[in-house]
């Protein structure tokens, strides 16, 4: 029987990359710094997730169109048009940021399980990576793919949060629409790492290479640039898929802030480091089946979230160096990207074991991330627009002006953090 088109599919069907990185971005680190947000400025960053998500969606559209127009994902892109430093210290800095994200996560999940069932979470930790890295590498990615799929609904347990406490609505929604902005440093150093949790570059090089994946996996189907027939249905699939994940992800991390601005802010709790520490806090505050959603619910963002950032890791690097690239490869024939794939969950594991404390790093990788993100979003959207990277399917005014908006926003977040810690 053949296989139907993507326009034929049911909703649910095609729902698959965008879905798939718009949870992703709510994992443990995600979680971590918009609890921290949430407890240190109450309602004060509420607004920030309404102004980002036409931003979000915006420029994970274009590197969803570049991957599948181009059957490349964004390093190889990368490298066939620009100079090679300029692709190895991006990837470099990618590593880096997804490596600390890694043992964050890890550590999170280990936290949190500990919480629910006692035990020693760094047996947890080697748990979890090993078990990411079996499913990644053993299991062939069109059976894979469902199973990430699934493991987004982890991300329900924090809506669900927010209906076993008291919320004052008409508060919430003056402040979320009428923000108080405050001009302190640490105010725009906390907005620059919500922007890089929420406007991430492994989301980009993910969402990109994951089109790769599912055309390369489909009988039949080719690079939009070679099969411009089959551009309209997929099109319109990645703008449902990207419209529908970055919603989620969006409304996701509106909750966990109003969750813990309700809660720990309201209560004097403004210094919360991680979110297990989060969890804890809400317990005797929020009650006992608020704290076992959140801490549930971190568990399962953070099996999806290591192999997102693991993988993102690992398709940057292997585009670079012409490695052969996707977790649809046996180990055989894919050894240097999977290289990368276990280099990088192993250093995460192993992160957790020495001095260096991976949760205190944890915001300044959001950081890093979001400045990090202004450069590789000012070269996807000069790839986006060129006839010679995508044919005819260059992006037209609508997402040129979102994803421009969207690196001109980050641009003056990062500028702004950068001016408050200039000495008086």
Known sequence: MPRPAAGDKPFLQRLGP????????????????????????????????????????????????????????LAANIRNLYPAWLLYIVVGLLLVANTINLAADLGAMAAALQLLIGGQPHLYIVFFGVLSLGLQVFIPFPRYAPILKLLTLALFAYVATVFVIDIPWSQVLRHTFMPDLSWRADYFMMLVAVFGTTISPYLFFWQASQEVEEQRAAPGEQPLREAPEQAKAHLRRIKIDTYVGMTFSNVVAYFIILTTAVTLHAHGITDIETSAQAAEALRPIAGEFAFLLFAAGIVGTGMLAVPVLGGSAAYAVAESFRWPIGLGLKLADGLGFYAVLITATLVGVALNFTSIDPVKALIWSAVINGVISVPIMA???????????????????RLKVLGWLATAVMALAVAAMTFTFLPK
Do not use: N
């Open 18 to 73: 965008g879905l798939i990185t718009g949870a992703a971005d709510d994992d443990p680190s995600g979680i971590a710094s918009y609890s921290q947000a949430g407890a240190q400025f109450g309602y004060g960053m509420l607004w920030s997730m309404f102004f980002t998500l036409p931003l979000m969606i915006g420029i994970q559209v274009v590197s969803a169109r570049i991957g599948r127009v181009t059957g490349h994902g």
């Open 379 to 397: 070269v996807m959207m000069l790839m986006a627009v060129r006839p010679e990277v995508m044919g005819r399917f260059v992006v037209r005014t």
